[in-house]
Each structure stands twice: as C-alpha cells, then as structure tokens.
T-cell receptor
C-alpha cells in the first residue's frame, strides 16, 4: 500500500541555519503531497502542498518540490527561527479517489537561539 | 480564520465505558474525517464522512466505532466498550472538497486516556 517515510528526529539546529527534512513516498501514480506542522499543544496545520510532479509548494519561507523521479518531497527552509520549533509531518493523498491522508512518522525540529 | 474545534481537550474514561468525542467542522466544509495518533506512533486515518454517510474507513474502524452528524454543525466519534489500546490523541478534520485538491483542516485534538 501507499506509504510515507520521513527522516527520524529530533533535528536540532541553531537559529538562521539551513533546514532540510527528508520525505520519500511509495504510491501508485501521482498522489498529492503535503507538509503539515504541529506546534506544541496544537493541532496539525497545513504548511504547504503540491499536487503534480515538479510542483513547488511554499509558505512562510518553507519550500518543497514534488520529485516524481526520486519519489521525494523534501522540506527546506533557508534560515530557521526559534519559532519554527515543532513537529513536521509529510503526508500524501492517494490518487485513487481516496479521501484519506497517509502520514509519515513526523520529524521534531528544535531550533536553539 | 475559521477553525475546526474539538471538545473535550482531554477525556479520561474507565475501560469498558463508552465515550463520545465531539467536533465542530468549518461551516462551509462538506467532508469530515477522524484520525488518531497513539503516543509515539504515526497519525492514522480512521474514517471519512460525506453526505451523511461513511465514505471510507480503515481497518481500525471496526464495530466498536461509529460516527454521526447529529445536527448541522457537530460531527461525533463514538467509541463503545473502550479498551486500554484506545488511548490516543484523536483528531477531527474537515475539507471543502475531497482528495488532494482540497486540504484538510485539523482541530487541536482530544487526548483520550483509558484507565
């Protein structure tokens, strides 16, 4: 079945460092891909999405590009802030008219001042 | 910005009891979902709901579980005869459309603790 694999955390960075969180997927065809973020004590918030190959999703300085050839959707940010500390989830919706989101295991990011 | 709201934020229940988790989806959304996250594990899909019926459910969503939209605003998840392994964070979500084209918006979750 379809699945999402994320790099294990926690990822600890200093403020203004470059961030990459790896995400790869296994799916039939062209799923839609998402990054969600969960701040402490809160629910899951959509960060960005891409619905077809080579699409780039972006929001709040974060970017991810849908790479069909490598089945990847890595999350990047050029300069992280302390306020970016959260858990980041990569997810997909299968293309078979399914309604569900399939999540990766989440990656905790801790940014130190 | 409109939000999905969930109540209660934390529910403690004795094993074997029934529990109802409540959600108010975003008002113009038509698709509703429940997910759960057992501590330290992935967020897992339970069920989706559209037009007053279940659209899709996972193998987790067995006869112990049911969902209902009792009025025009609430969406509930009922768990009968709760077990210790039902302890988890339960998230409600809603979307305007289905699938990958319309993002799902999540509530802050209900932490369910079964004693």
């Amino acid at each position: 079945g379809d699945s999402v694999t994320q790099m294990e955390g926690p990822v600890t960075l200093s403020e203004e460092a470059f961030l990459t969180i790896n995400c790869t997927y296994t799916a039939t065809g062209y799923p839609s891909l998402f990054w969600y973020v969960q701040y402490p004590g809160e629910g899951l918030q959509l960060l960005l999405k891409a619905t077809k190959a080579d699409d780039k999703g972006s929001n709040k300085g974060f970017e991810a590009t849908y790479r069909k050839e490598t089945t990847s959707f890595h999350l990047e940010k050029g300069s992280v802030q302390v306020s970016d500390s959260a858990v980041y989830f990569c997810a997909l919706t299968p293309m078979d008219s399914s309604y569900k989101l399939i999540f990766g295991s989440g990656t905790r990011l801790l940014v130190r001042p | 910005e409109p939000e999905v709201t969930q109540t209660p934020s934390h529910q403690v229940t004795q094993m074997g009891q029934e529990v109802i988790l409540r959600c108010v989806p975003i008002s113009n959304h038509l698709y509703f979902y429940w997910y759960r996250q057992i501590l330290g594990q992935k967020v897992e899909f339970l069920v989706s709901f559209y037009n007053n019926e279940i659209s899709e459910k996972s193998e987790i969503f067995d006869d112990q579980f049911s969902v209902e939209r009792p009025d025009g605003s609430n969406f509930t998840l009922k768990i009968r005869s709760t077990k210790l392994e039902d302890s988890a964070m339960y998230f409600c979500a809603s979307s305007e459309g289905q699938g990958g084209w319309e993002p799902q918006h999540f509530g802050d979750g209900t932490r369910l603790s079964i004693l």
